[in-house]
């Protein structure tokens, strides 16, 4: 271990050197990138990850889990509300306590809130990702308080990581993957989930893929009209995975390749009020920096916007959206540590070419 931070200082200065790394400063000074901050600087957990965000009629609300590390029975999930110009402190909402002898970690967070109605919170427990489930609670008065927390029914795990869309019906439809064996393989399969009533009643999709073709989970969903959706996430393959629904989410394409890279490392996406559309992601094959946004007309052609961390350390598991007044909130995990808020002005993003999978530089 005591060689580690001369070798981390000798990484940061070539970083530096070749001209890949930028400071914050300059970061800061890219056009759209309006601020950025953590959402808290001590909090009773030294780890986290996973963070959600989402607008409520009282302002902007973010959660994540929290704990010792990941896969520790002491993992909760924490909120933090956006009031008078500043995150209030965290506070645990959910947990996986069984009994007085039985605790299990909780997992990927996340809220939605419904038109007109409740507040969402979906979350997992259980000891890994193989054997955990979905669970859900709602708040009526924007994340000040939860109901009881429920299980959700045998088979459904509500959003895995990203947050649902609401579909020109009505009905939620709820991107999620499971991690588990089929075929005797380890096999990382994505399906849909949709729900026309907050959580009451379920039905999803077969998988979009056998897990032996691509190994992706943890979707987003982007949409091109009231039937034409897309979905994309992570994959084991080194490149963002996508596809397409032209029947508002009953059935799918099969799985392909984008252009852009993953390195088996969560991502996000929204479709804007103009139509546009952005990724947040890993823009590397390797290593969880940096961490990218990019733009799209059609979600086939990605521009590059916006170097959001290129630092060595670990920049994932981001979460996108747009608030009511048109600007772009984005939470991300900054070294598994703390979680990170950035504001953007879509209108002003200076957009560049990707070419053959290759960031710009700038």
Known sequence: MRYLAPLLLAFSILFSITGHAATAASIGEQP?????????????????????????????IAAWFGGTDEKNKDVGIWVARHLDGKWTAPVEVANGVQSSE???PTWNPVLYQAKGGPLLLFYKVGPDPRNWWGMMTTSADNGQTWSEPKKL????????????VRLANGDLLCPTSTEDSHLG????????????????TWSKTKPLNTGI????????????????????????????????SEDAGKSWSPLKATGLPNPNSG?????????????IYNH??????????????????????????????????????????????????WKRELVKHVVIDPAKLSLSEITAGKWPKK
């Open 102 to 104: 039985l605790r299990y």
């Open 153 to 164: 029914p045998e088979g459904i795990l509500g959003p895995v990581k990203n947050k649902p």
């Open 32 to 60: 759209g990138y309006l601020s950025a901050e953590f959402i808290y600087e001590d909090a009773p957990f030294p780890a986290c990850h996973a963070s959600t965000i989402a607008e409520t009629p009282a302002g902007l």
């Open 284 to 333: 590397t094959q390797f290593g969880r920096s940096p961490l990218n946004l990019s733009v799209s007309e059609d979600g086939e052609t990605w521009q590059a916007a916006l170097v959001l961390e290129d630092q060595p350390g670990e920049y994932s598991y981001p979460a996108i959206i747009q608030t009511a007044d048109g600007l772009v909130h984005a939470t991300y995990t």
């Open 213 to 244: 073709d691509f190994s992706a989970i943890q979707p987003s969903i982007l949409i091109h009209s009231d039937t034409r959706l897309q979905t994309l996430g992570r994959s084991r393959q080194g490149r963002i995975w996508e596809s397409w």
């Open 267 to 279: 991502t996000d996406a929204v479709t804007l009020a103009d139509g546009r559309h952005l990724l």
């Open 185 to 200: 393989f380890d096999s990382w399969r994505v399906h849909m989930e949709r729900t026309p009533d907050l959580g009451k």
